[in-house]
């Protein structure tokens, strides 16, 4: 059954710094979402995307935060320069034509940043 | 604001106990709603969803829900739990209008005793 995959499983990163976090949607999918989780709080809703534009965004994702789909597979998540509260697992998601509401989730990237 | 609500935090029982999770949401127009579940370690996998029609919906690994309108409710259900049932628990929906954007509730923990 294909799956979404996301490296790296685990970033450490000073504050201020920039990470990108990868992920492989499933291949035939064509919509593509960020949600993350601070530990001991809900899964949020970052940013959904399609046709290589944002389609919707939430007032977290603000301009420290870029998306991009770089090629015929991956799909980034950028945060151009870290703080503490960005520490939280990232999960990425993908849907497909038809079914955009049943979406499918990577294992996760745990962000920590010192 | 839309909105989920899972009002269990941690739920323990026993194996070969039965099971009820309660998901609540806030919102009176057309809502698409989904059970995630977390096995230890790894990624959020759907157990099952609701879009319209029968209000009783089978999922994975013997689960089911039912979506009660006039409760706002969409509760999981199985009538008897393993051990490997332990787990996090999310219910989550999507709004009309809003972009395939999920909406999480806190997740409810829980814990069989074999």
């Known amino acids: 059954e294909p799956e979404v995959t996301q490296t790296p499983s685990h970033q450490v990163t000073q504050m201020g710094q920039e990470v990108i976090l990868r992920c492989v949607p499933i291949?035939?999918?064509?919509?593509f979402y960020w949600y993350r989780q601070i530990l001991g709080q809900k899964v949020e809703f970052l940013v959904s995307f399609y046709n290589n534009e944002i389609s919707e965004k939430s007032e977290i994702f603000d301009d420290q935060f870029s998306v991009e789909r770089p090629d015929g597979s991956n799909f980034t998540l950028k945060i151009r320069s870290t703080k503490l509260e960005d520490s939280a697992m990232y999960f990425c998601?993908?849907?497909?034509?038809?079914?955009?509401?049943?979406?499918?989730f990577g294992p996760g990237t745990r962000l920590t940043v010192l | 604001a839309q909105s989920v609500s899972q009002h269990n935090h941690h739920v323990i029982l026993s194996e070969a106990a039965s099971l009820e999770l309660g998901c609540n949401y806030s919102?009176?127009?057309?809502?698409?709603l989904f059970w995630y579940v977390q096995y230890p370690g790894q990624h959020l996998q759907l157990l099952l969803k609701y879009f319209s029609g029968d209000p009783l919906v089978k999922g994975i690994k013997g689960f089911e829900a039912e979506f009660i309108k006039s409760k706002f409710s969409f509760n999981l259900r199985k009538p008897s739990v393993q051990w490997s049932d332990t787990a996090e628990y999310f219910c989550?929906?999507?709004?009309?209008?809003?972009?395939?954007?999920?909406?999480f509730g806190q997740g409810t923990e829980l814990s069989v005793k074999p």
């Open positions: 989550a929906g999507v709004f009309y209008n809003q972009g395939g954007k999920l909406i």
């Open positions: 998601a993908s849907s497909r034509q038809g079914d955009t509401d049943t979406q499918y």
């Open positions: 919102y009176g127009g057309t809502v698409n």
């Open positions: 291949s035939n999918h064509l919509y």
